[in-house]
C-alpha cells in the first residue's frame, strides 16, 4: 500500500470511529448500558478478527505468551476502558466533542510518551509540534464550546429511545 492510500485509509478509519460510538450508545440503551454494549461490541469483533484469522489461515502462536511481562496484556483492557468510555460518554458530549477530546488526549498522551521514549526510542518534542498540540486545543475548545448551551436550553445530548 502507497502512503496517499495508507492516509486515505486512516481518514476512513477515523471517520467511522464516531459512528462506533453512537451505535454503540444507542445499543447500551438496549442491552443494559455502555458497559455491556462494549462487552457485545468486543464480542462481535472478536468473532469478526476470528473469522479473519480462519480464513486467511494466519496462524495464532501463543508458545511462550506465559513468559511474557504482565504488562504486554493490557492493549485489551485499553481498548475496552475506551470503547465503555466512549459509549458511555458520546451521548453526553456528542459525537464531535467527544473525538475531539480523544484525539487532544492522544496527541498529549503521544508526545509525552515520544519524548520519554515509553516503549520505543525516544524522539524529540520541538516547537513545531507543540504549536500542533496547541492548535488541536483551540479545535476541541471550538468544536466543544462549553459556553454554549444545546438546542432546548439543555447542555446535554440525550439519545432519542
Given amino acids: 500500500m502507497n502512503l496517499a492510500a495508507a492516509l486515505l485509509v486512516a481518514v476512513l478509519i477515523g471517520a ?3 459512528l462506533q460510538g453512537l451505535v454503540n450508545a444507542r445499543l447500551g440503551v438496549h442491552v443494559g448500558g455502555p458497559v455491556a454494549a462494549a462487552f457485545v461490541s468486543f464480542l462481535i469483533g472478536t468473532i469478526m478478527l476470528g473469522l479473519y484469522l480462519l480464513a486467511t489461515r494466519t496462524p495464532v502462536t501463543l508458545q511462550g505468551s506465559l513468559k ?5 496484556w493490557a492493549g485489551g483492557a485499553i481498548g475496552a ?9 458520546i451521548p453526553r458530549i456528542g459525537a464531535a466533542g467527544m473525538v475531539c477530546l480523544a484525539v487532544l488526549g ?3 498522551a503521544s508526545l509525552l510518551l515520544d519524548r520519554f521514549g515509553v516503549l520505543q526510542a525516544p524522539k524529540p518534542v520541538d516547537a513545531v509540534r507543540i504549536v500542533g498540540a496547541l492548535l488541536v486545543l ?3 475548545v471550538l468544536v466543544v464550546a462549553p459556553w454554549r448551551t444545546a438546542p432546548g436550553g ?3 445530548a440525550r439519545i432519542s429511545r
Fill in 16 to 18: 467511522i470511529l464516531p
Fill in 68 to 72: 511474557l511481562p504482565a504488562w504486554i
Fill in 81 to 89: 476502558v475506551y470503547v465503555a468510555c466512549f459509549t458511555l460518554l
Fill in 106 to 108: 492522544q496527541v498529549t
Fill in 138 to 140: 483551540i479545535g476541541v
Fill in 154 to 156: 439543555g447542555t446535554q
